[in-house]
């Protein structure tokens, strides 16, 4: 007979243990489906790329970038004059993530040298392919310190945000290019990139990019980049989205829309300009569609606005 054990006891507290904790694993298992159902919506992954494309352009214009930066171009060319310049080759392969621009100038200005970077975030590079042009340096102190400088330049197999602001711009064209494809034939999510764009660029329509030359703590250019221009954005998000919306009027009409929004928040002309001219680029477009003329009349119509925008703005005597 088995002693210790009485027939009156039972294991409440046990079950109802259990039975609490199979119940808090069902409940976390159904919502972790029903997160990952909503994340892989095309709308909530555009909406997170969108988010990531504000924050990026943002950065990009913040007073803390643009400290010791410099448009003066002649000026760097003028400081390298005469100099022969040394190719410094890279021994890394891959995507650029990042660049160390302040140590390139700390280096630079230790040296009493300029540099120009030949290779900027989202770049592939291969090995021994040129990235630096350092002028006013001997050689010798070159092939010294050719592990360090390349030290400074960050690689790996994917794009990154970090640095590479149009990252964001080409995930976000390649999801309309996917949804604008025959085999899926969506425009709504088409026009839903176009959204995010138009959220995105009105953060920086009125706001200075940095320079492409930096400078060190005396005010001499030391180094001249590659870097991302107002243009350049504009061309990463229009040109391809304008390809792509031919056949489809909605996105066609969301686009000019897209530039009426914009046009309405500046008054700078050179922007008003870049404005104009992809509203043109999509006008012309138009030209090789057979399209029914109700059609027609919606895009002519947002034409006609931004055009009425751009010279409302221009006759306010932006900068």
């Known amino acids: 007979m ?30 972790f489906i029903h997160r990952t159902a909503t994340d892989l919506q095309a709308d909530e992954i555009v909406e997170r790329i969108g988010q990531r494309l504000q924050v990026s352009l943002v950065e990009l214009t913040s007073e803390s970038t643009q400290h010791g930066r410099s448009c003066d171009i002649a000026a760097w060319r003028r400081a390298a004059r005469g100099q022969r310049p040394q190719l410094i080759a890279t021994d890394k392969q891959g995507y650029v993530q990042a660049i160390d621009y302040r140590g390139l100038v700390r280096w630079c200005t230790e040296h009493d040298c300029r540099m120009q970077v030949r290779a900027r975030a989202g770049d592939f590079l291969v090995k021994r392919l ?62 839903s990139c176009v959204d995010s764009f138009s959220l995105a660029l009105a953060y920086i329509i ?3 990019l940095p320079g492409s030359v930096f400078m060190d703590n005396k005010k001499q250019p030391r180094l001249l980049l590659r870097f991302t221009s107002f243009d350049g954005i504009m061309k990463a998000v229009f040109a391809q989205l304008r390809q792509l919306a031919k056949p489809e009027v909605s996105v066609i009409v969301s686009l000019l829309d897209s530039l009426c929004r914009l046009a309405q928040l500046t008054t700078r002309r050179d922007r008003l300009q870049l404005l104009g001219l992809h509203g043109d680029l999509i006008w012309e477009d138009i030209d090789d569609l057979a399209l029914a003329a109700y059609d027609l009349r919606d895009i002519r119509q947002r034409h006609k606005r931004l055009q009425r925008l751009l010279n409302r703005s221009e006759c306010c005597g932006g900068a």
Do not use: W
Request: aromatic share 8%.
């Open 130 to 191: 040129c990235i630096f042009k350092v002028y006013g340096c001997p050689a010798n102190v070159i092939e010294a310190v050719f592990d360090l400088l390349n030290s400074h330049v960050i690689t790996g197999p994917v794009r990154t945000p970090v640095q590479d602001t149009e990252y964001p711009i080409t995930q976000l064209n390649q999801l309309a290019a996917r949804a604008l494809s025959p085999g899926i034939n969506d425009p709504g999510t088409a026009i």
């Open 206 to 208: 009125d706001r200075d």
């Open 2 to 31: 088995l002693t210790g054990y009485s027939e009156t006891d039972k294991p409440h507290l046990t079950v109802l243990t259990a039975l609490l904790l199979a119940l808090f694993a069902v409940v976390g298992f159904i919502r």
